[in-house]
């Protein structure tokens, strides 16, 4: 987009496209609340489809037990159901 002014939500999904984020270094980055972030992630995800490129999500991570089950793997949970611990991960975003 030679010549003209890329819009958050593009120039979030090219820093995508280089390296996985997640929703707190997205907002950092573009100085956008976390719940901003995550929904410009949501518009980028349906933007794709019709194309050959994919949003792929790693899972939140239990940095205590290793725990990656749960259920909405796009919010990061307050706790792990397993262990308990509040100490998770956000989950990752990439585009490929």
């Known amino acids: 987009m030679e010549g003209t002014e890329r819009t958050t939500r593009q120039r979030i999904a ?7 984020a997640a929703a707190g270094k997205i907002a950092g980055e573009f100085g956008v609340t976390a719940g901003a972030a995550l929904s410009h992630v949501e518009h980028i995800a349906e933007s794709l489809d019709g194309t050959d490129e994919e949003l792929l999500v790693s899972p939140p991570e239990c940095r205590d037990c290793g725990f990656t089950g749960f259920d909405d793997l796009i919010n990061r949970p307050s706790r792990c159901p397993e262990c308990k611990s509040e100490s998770v991960a956000e989950p990752a975003f990439t585009i490929r």
């Open 14 to 20: 090219e820093t995508l496209r280089e390296e996985p």
